[in-house]
């Protein structure tokens, strides 16, 4: 996966990783071509696990700066909101920063506290977008797996075998 992880994270766009995504996902890891062609482009389109952990996190962080305190009910808003959110949010790079402001008005926090974030958005970017594509592949194994459309032999090959 180290291939697809740079490319992620240079480019900071899950979209633009399907290519890469599918074929690591087909020839590294085995799985088949009808599962890997259906289960990345998917994962790609809503699987934003980085996307929602980073508005959870930069929530909680913008909450501290500003001095807010969030109870438990808040904390749970976080959590749907954000997950939600990292669900539609498209795959392209810095539209994270636009799910967060949402985020942060559900929980009734200052929008203005994005600012805070927008000087290290793009490296965060691009650690996010490879944890998303990582996700995709992990996903398009277990998927594979269930549906006996994983070649064990592949998934289990050394890298210097391969």
């Not at 996903?139 to 459309?149: G, L, Q, R, T």
Request: with cysteine; glycine share 8%.
């Amino acid at each position: 996966m180290r291939r697809v992880q740079l490319f992620a994270f240079s480019t900071a766009s899950s979209n633009a990783t399907i290519p890469v995504t599918i074929q690591t996902v087909q020839e590294r890891l085995g799985v088949k071509r009808s599962v890997a062609s259906f289960t990345v482009p998917l994962g790609a389109t809503i699987n934003m696990d980085g996307t929602a952990i980073m508005q959870g996190v930069a929530t909680v962080f913008i909450a501290q700066a500003f001095g807010i305190q969030l109870g438990i009910t808040e904390y749970l808003m976080v959590i749907v909101t954000a997950t939600l959110a990292s669900i539609g949010t498209a795959g392209v790079p810095g539209v994270g920063l636009i799910m967060l402001a949402m985020v942060l008005r559900q929980v009734g926090l200052p929008v203005e506290g994005v600012a805070l974030i927008i000087g290290v958005d793009r490296l965060l970017d691009m650690v996010r977008t490879a944890v998303n594509v990582t996700g995709d592949a992990a996903v398009s194994c277990i998927v594979a797996k269930a549906e006996s459309e994983l070649d064990e032999e592949t998934y289990n090959a050394r890298e210097q075998d391969l």
